[in-house]
């Protein structure tokens, strides 16, 4: 089917918070048309939703709210991570799911289209177009178009698939850091949302989400079969020692889901932007499986805490000795404490280190009982935290020159900034995005409804 001339919404980018908007705008309206594009081939569908573990942070109101949803294994309900709504089959299960909706709903959705530019009415400001590129994968041709428009909603995700706005924005380094998901989220439609109606930014353009990701993982997008299996956040349970073998972050200040963001940032700070996560055979049994196994990861192991040195040394440590020592160290400082009574991976324990300048605050064991375990990490970027400014209620995109909203443009997703400053709490992203999609679709079909032909 050929790209529309007319749609009356055009949402640009298929991830959740378009799709969500797609099905919101098209329930609100079933007389419209409403269409979706991404510039990405159908192979990579789904933007970063489809890496996704398909995780909603949600409220609710106690258990019998959540048991219709909850998975049970071996009699007991489970909630992963502490974190109670979870989609079927993660974000691939999420991607299938909205794209069916979408289309059951008469929306139709266009791959290898990039939105290029916006194009206003020169009296009233109203976005009324928007330039795009089609590309035809078999034969390479390329046209260039401009689809009338009476809404369109930015849902293109945000800059950390760009090195050099990762540079720029969120500063030095930053250009060396792992790409989680999609490569085509490239920041460009923030941009021409500031070239073309002025739009006003928002939130902690410095700020991203950040995780300590495989260092063998590829380094600018992510691997569709292994997906968010490349995560390594079983940092809680062990400890991080750098290239030269220090340590540099409390590994146990909170619960891995307050602490997973955060902490590849301070591995993009370590020399060469590596780490090792260390544990021994207390609690490598507690990993988990789809994070840590041989089959996912490279897994360094030692009878002693020597030998384990000696062969992270193959992979990058430069300093075996005093990775040794730093060991040592950490495990004199939690000496005499009963850890079999108080450990508990479930709470924050209190199981704390004495003395040291790098603390760790929560379920510190020592490391001293063989075999030991060593993984080599990097930092791995999720997605950035600056956006575009809206009005919460509509989503709508306010203008930096006017401060009223830019009349007929919508924004939701990665590209909806102010949501996350300097943090995030797991499941989150995806809660964002369905909320302000839903209200992004809803305010642009009540417009599309009124705007006249
Ligand atoms: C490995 C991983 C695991 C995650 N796990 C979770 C989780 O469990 N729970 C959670 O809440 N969040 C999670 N997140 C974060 C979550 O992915 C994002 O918050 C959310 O999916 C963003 O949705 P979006 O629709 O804004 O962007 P995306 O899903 O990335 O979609 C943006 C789309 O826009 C397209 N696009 C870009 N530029 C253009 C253009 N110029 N023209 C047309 N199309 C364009 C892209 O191709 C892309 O398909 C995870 C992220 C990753 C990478």
Redesign the pocket.
């Known amino acids: 089917m050929p790209l529309p001339q007319k749609t009356d919404i055009l949402v ?7 799709l969500s908007a797609a099905l919101s705008a098209a329930q609100t309206n079933p007389t419209l048309r409403v269409t979706v ?4 081939p159908v192979s ?1 569908a ?4 489809y ?7 949600t409220s609710h109101n106690g258990l019998h709210d959540l048991l219709p949803l909850a998975y049970e294994v071996n009699g007991r309900i489970k909630f992963w991570g502490g974190l109670a709504l979870k989609t079927q089959d993660g ?1 691939k299960g999420l991607v299938e799911d909205e794209l069916r909706a979408v289309r059951n709903a008469g929306v139709d959705v266009f791959f290898d ?4 530019a916006l194009v206003t009415d020169p009296t009233s400001g109203a976005v009324v177009g928007v330039e795009v590129i089609n590309s035809d994968s078999r034969t390479s041709a390329r046209n260039k178009t401009i689809v009338a428009v009476d809404a369109v909603i930015l ?3 945000g800059f950390e698939a760009n090195p050099q706005l990762r540079a720029q924005w969120l500063g030095p380094g930053w250009d060396c850091a792992r790409v ?3 490569p ?3 920041g ?2 923030l941009r021409i949302a500031q070239r073309d109606v002025s739009a006003k930014t928002a939130g902690n353009w410095s700020g991203c989400h950040c995780v300590a990701w495989d260092a063998n993982a590829p380094a600018d997008s ?1 691997n569709r079969e292994v ?2 299996e490349f ?1 390594k956040s079983g940092y809680p349970l062990g400890i991080m020692v750098n290239r030269d073998g220090e340590r540099f972050v409390d590994e146990g200040f909170d619960m891995r889901n307050y602490t997973y963001a955060m902490v590849g940032r301070r591995v993009l700070q370590q020399p060469g932007q590596i780490a090792f996560q260390v544990w021994d055979a207390r609690t490598v049994a507690w990993l988990r499986e789809e994070e840590y196994r041989a089959e996912v990861v490279r897994r360094i192991e030692g009878e002693s805490l020597e030998e384990l040195a000696e062969k992270c040394a193959e992979v990058g440590l430069a300093d075996p000795g005093r990775f040794v020592e730093s060991i040592k160290e950490y495990n004199a400082s939690v000496e005499g404490v009963d850890v079999q009574k108080r450990w508990d991976p479930a709470v924050k324990d209190g199981l704390a280190t004495k003395g040291l300048a790098v603390p760790k605050s929560n379920w510190a064991l020592p490391i001293d009982k063989p075999p030991f375990l060593a993984v080599k990490v990097t930092a791995g970027i ?2 950035t935290f600056g956006g575009l400014a809206v009005n919460p209620e509509t989503a709508a995109v306010i203008s930096e020159t006017t401060s009223d909203e830019v009349p007929g443009l919508y924004c ?4 909806l900034g102010g949501i996350f400053y300097d943090n995030y709490p ?8 369905t909320v302000f999609g839903r209200r992004a679709g809803r305010a642009a079909a009540e417009r599309a409804g009124r705007v006249e032909d």
């Not at 594009?37 to 990405?40: E, L, V």
């Open positions: 640009i980018g298929s991830g959740n918070a378009g594009i991404d510039k990405s990579w789904g933007g970063n939703t890496f996704t573990a398909g995780a909603f942070r974000g289209t990039a939105a290029t849902a293109a995700g989680r998901g999609t085509y989220n490239t460009e439609m992510g997906s968010n995560t999720t997605f939701v997703g990665e590209m797991g499941g989150s992203g995806l809660t964002s995005g």
